[in-house]
């Protein structure tokens, strides 16, 4: 009988042991139950060893996100022509995405040209019309011819008026023998100084253009502008050489001619005395002086309206040029193309968002935390990144935001967490893959 009891207590014991582990252990955490032990201590005698909390490590899952991106709009509406890349390729900044028909903008290109040729081919047209120097003589004329009408009809004249008028007969003269000898030599230089200058900067300008040629934007640049404006200006200096060097026009020596002698009539007029013909010649004079001034002024506004119209051609042309280059899409940014709306064929608006570029090297994830371990949690805590499926592919980093506010959710509340990845050590993690996420 004492045999029997003592083989049965053994095992009464390895019972109690089972049964007492089973209901301890809940939820991957071992537990004392204070009862429990009393019982196994007056059942046996024996004291139970302590027993250590077992500390689990959270893991979660989630797929990778980029935080910097950039919608791409093409800036100019039209139909798709082509279409280069693939959501997922790699692209470099300024690389080809897709192009659009351009062949209005080519048109438009053209035109643009065409007008600012014959804007400047109007404004060399009145620059050979008329000049600043014109409108000073005219006026010159002007109040000469007001002034000795005055006399004529105060039927005086001072020897400062006659030295006057025999002053403004022999610079008519001189005139006139200018335009039959030709320019001076000194007029000469000075125009050729004014080429050699102008070809000076045409030079430099298009040494600073050549250095930002390579860039796909060059037509907005300033070098660019700078260039147009200076081979502007070398094509105004060239066409005045060009014009100083020309004989003079039968027209313009005629003028002059006939203008020497009204100033020489007016001098011997002068001279012999007045008469109601000289009056009537006096009056005639004055009116001819006004008409020639108001004619000349009209020609300096017209050559202000043309050289406006120059600078307005040059500007239409420029926009035309930037729309033209608009038509063929680039990436604004390195990286990878998240998103591609645009298909060929398809017709799509200036400011419709075609395409996104995401930064593959800018990686984050975001999980959703309980409210009880989120409270342990703090920003900077590391955090190890893992490739799904490949645990020896992971990278340390670090959480770098935590949401104050908690999803909506049956039962325990979650906390948005942000884990920012660092930029090196990230070559082997791509936007959108699976990975899990070990708070440590």
């Not at 404006?229 to 003079?248: F, G, K, M």
Request: glycine share 6%.
């Amino acid at each position: 009988m004492f045999r029997t009891v003592s083989r049965v207590v053994p095992i009464l014991i390895l019972i109690v042991f089972v049964a007492t582990g089973v209901a301890l252990v809940q939820n991957g955490h071992i537990t004392t139950d204070l009862a429990a032990n009393d019982w196994l201590v007056s059942a046996t005698g024996a004291q139970p060893s302590a027993v250590e909390p077992q500390i689990s490590i959270p893991t979660y899952f989630g797929s990778l996100e980029v935080t910097k991106s950039r919608a791409v709009t093409p800036g100019v509406g039209g139909e798709v022509l082509e279409v280069l890349v693939e959501v997922g390729d790699l692209v470099e900044e300024g690389q080809e995405l897709f192009r659009l028909d351009s062949t209005q903008l080519d048109w438009a290109v053209q035109r643009a040209e065409i007008a600012l040729e014959l804007a400047r081919i109007a404004l060399l047209e009145i620059n050979e019309q008329s000049s600043e120097g014109d409108l000073a003589v005219a006026q010159a004329n002007l109040e000469l011819a007001k002034s000795n009408f005055a006399k004529l009809e105060t039927g005086g004249v001072t020897e400062d008026e006659l030295a006057a008028t025999r002053a403004s007969a022999s610079a008519a003269w001189s005139r006139y023998n200018e335009l039959l000898a030709g320019p001076t030599e000194a007029r000469l230089q000075q125009l050729r100084a004014q080429v050699e200058r102008a070809e000076l900067a045409v030079t430099q300008a298009q040494r600073a253009y050549n250095e930002v040629a390579w860039r796909g934007d060059v037509g907005k640049t300033p070098q660019a502008a700078n260039l147009q404006r200076v081979t502007i200006d070398l094509n105004v200096a060239q066409a005045s050489y060009v014009e100083a060097t020309q004989p003079a026009r039968a027209s313009e020596v005629q003028s002059a001619l006939a203008a020497a002698h009204r100033a020489q009539h007016a001098l011997n007029e002068l001279e012999e005395g007045i008469s109601e013909v000289d009056l009537a010649v006096g009056r005639a004079r004055v009116a001819a002086a006004e008409a020639t001034v108001l004619r000349i002024m009209e020609l300096t506004t017209s050559q202000k309206s043309a050289e406006l119209r120059v600078s307005q051609a040059l500007v239409n042309l420029e926009e035309s040029q930037q729309r033209m280059e608009k038509a063929v899409v680039r990436a604004p940014l390195t990286g990878v193309v998240l998103a591609l709306a645009a298909e060929e064929g398809q017709v799509i608006g200036a400011s419709s968002p075609a395409a996104v570029i995401g930064d593959p090297s800018a990686l984050e994830l975001v999980v959703g935390i309980p409210q009880d371990q989120v409270l342990t949690m703090s920003v900077g805590d590391p955090v190890r990144i893992t490739r799904f499926g490949s645990d020896e592919i992971s990278v340390q980093s670090t959480i770098s935001k935590i949401a104050p506010i908690s999803l909506p959710g049956k039962g325990n509340s979650t906390f948005p967490v942000t884990i920012r990845l660092p930029e090196d050590g990230t070559a082997q993690f791509n936007p959108g893959i699976f990975v899990s996420a070990t708070f440590e």
